[in-house]
């Protein structure tokens, strides 16, 4: 990697996203950040920029095809190419995902995660690959989680995860002459600012115990930035591969210096997964 890192997150305007961009900012890179709603996105840039990077905020809704190929144009154009690529932009109803009930009980658009969040990933990846292969270095690092092998949310949700974790380890395949590089992430739980900014006294006791273990969204950006840099990058290329372990691998700890811990054992994760 270039001392300054091009970075693209897309579906940075809240959530992981926004922690993730935060954490390459700390790291003095270019941050590329989309989402659909601007004074959100001008937020973002602000904490990218005040932590030491520069951030630029591009409006794009990750359901239209030419909005993401004007997004690439644009960053070929004024940064004339692309390190890493942050593939978290995702359709998610919490309320629906976590009620009760079979998916054919749950309305229909939680099909949506299928389109933003597996099929963007796949187009994303289409129009940064070709600026990565050019360059002969890149990583495309795809947010996934432990729903891709174990039940959680529901279908809609276990389709997309598990579609994004086979999707990284076919591109990583057509990638792989290319030394280009692409992986899925599964981070742990996520300590969001929406989260942080909820009264303990309303969250359910069950999850008030576990809030310490949560992880700080910056976190994965963390481990990311230092999986881009890692001179073996390309032996985990096609991986699923879990945050919390490459924190380990890489002695990173979180903004609050614990170790967050792995779900393999857990969450159903096979152990040669």
């Known amino acids: 990697m270039m001392n300054e890192t091009i970075v693209l997150v897309t579906g940075a305007s809240r959530g992981l996203g926004r922690g993730i961009a935060r954490a390459f900012g700390s790291k003095g890179a270019t941050v590329y950040v989309t989402g659909r709603h601007a004074a959100e996105l001008e937020s973002v840039v602000g904490e990218i920029n005040a932590g030491g990077g520069k951030g630029v905020a591009v409006v794009c809704d990750h359901q239209d095809d030419e909005q993401v190929a004007a997004l690439f144009a644009r960053i070929a154009k004024e940064a004339g190419r692309l390190d890493i690529l942050v593939n978290n932009a995702a359709a998610v109803y919490p309320d629906a995902l976590m009620a009760p009930g079979g998916f054919w009980e749950k309305p229909l658009n939680l099909s949506d995660m299928i389109d933003v969040g597996l099929r963007s990933n796949y187009v994303a990846a289409y129009y940064a690959s070709p600026m990565m292969v050019a360059a002969k270095r890149g990583l495309i690092a795809s947010i996934s989680f432990y729903g891709s092998v174990s039940y959680f949310h529901g279908a809609a949700y276990g389709a997309a995860k598990a579609g994004t974790d086979k999707m990284m380890r076919d591109m990583a395949v057509d990638l792989a002459q290319h030394n280009v590089a692409a992986v899925a992430i599964w981070p742990g739980f996520i300590l969001t600012d929406a989260v942080k900014a909820i009264p303990s006294e309303y969250l359910p006791e069950e999850l008030r115990a576990n809030l310490p273990n949560w992880e700080t969204p910056e976190f994965t950006g963390l481990v990311i930035d230092a999986l881009a840099r890692d001179p073996d990058l390309m032996s985990l290329s096609g991986q699923a591969l879990i945050g919390a372990e490459?924190?380990?691998?890489?002695?990173?700890?979180?903004?609050?210096?614990?170790?967050?811990?792995s779900y393999r054992a857990t969450m159903g994760a096979p152990a040669n997964h």
């Open 246 to 261: 490459l924190g380990e691998r890489y002695r990173i700890v979180d903004l609050d210096g614990k170790q967050p811990i």
